[in-house]
């Protein structure tokens, strides 16, 4: 069972350490009122490409969509881990809470990697606060992406969030 896991995003220098400690270039970051998008490449893996991802402080959350390469795709539309996110001026800081959300656009919400979030507890990886805060923000998602039919816009737009991506090639 590995602690958990952190990732820190470098506005002005463009890199992204990734949880592994690995600075990753990053193509683009865009500060807004809600939060922290990030679009890069990804090296060295035979499933995917290209990440984009939203963080999302107020929340606790941080909105991956994936580029699959051929062959590879998965049946999801959206990845959210379930975090804490502090800024530090251009510094950003995620800490993963092992909770994920699998959101299928328009179909479904599914709750995973509870079997790495119930070991982490029982291992003292996550103190009891820290641990109830990542429920309360997997069921407040959850909940708010079914009230909306399972469209992660209708659900973000009702809290003043409008994410953007990239078009794709």
């Known amino acids: 069972m590995h602690p958990p896991k952190i990732s820190s995003f470098d506005v002005p220098a463009l890199v992204n350490i990734d949880n592994k400690g690995i ?3 990053v193509d683009e970051f865009r ?3 809600f939060g922290l998008y990030m679009s890069r490449a990804i090296v060295d893996r035979e ?3 290209w990440v984009e991802s939203w963080l999302l402080p107020d929340l606790g959350l941080c909105v991956t969509d994936w580029w699959w390469k051929p062959g590879h795709a998965r049946d999801q539309d959206f990845y959210l881990d379930v975090c804490e ?3 530090d001026r251009d510094r ?3 800490t993963d809470y092992y909770l994920d959300i699998v959101v299928q656009q328009r179909r479904s919400a599914e709750v995973i990697d509870v079997d790495e979030f119930v070991a982490a507890v029982a291992r003292g990886l996550l103190d009891p606060v820290t641990a109830e805060t990542a429920m309360h923000r997997t069921y407040r998602a959850v909940d708010g992406l079914a009230a909306h039919g ?3 816009d209708a659900w973000l737009g009702q809290l003043g969030i409008a994410l953007s ?3 794709r090639p």
């Open 23 to 25: 600075a990753r270039a």
């Open 31 to 33: 500060v807004t009122p």
């Open 47 to 49: 499933t995917t490409h």
């Open 85 to 87: 996110i502090i800024r």
């Open 92 to 94: 950003w800081l995620l």
């Open 150 to 152: 399972h469209d992660l």
């Open 165 to 167: 991506w990239k078009q």
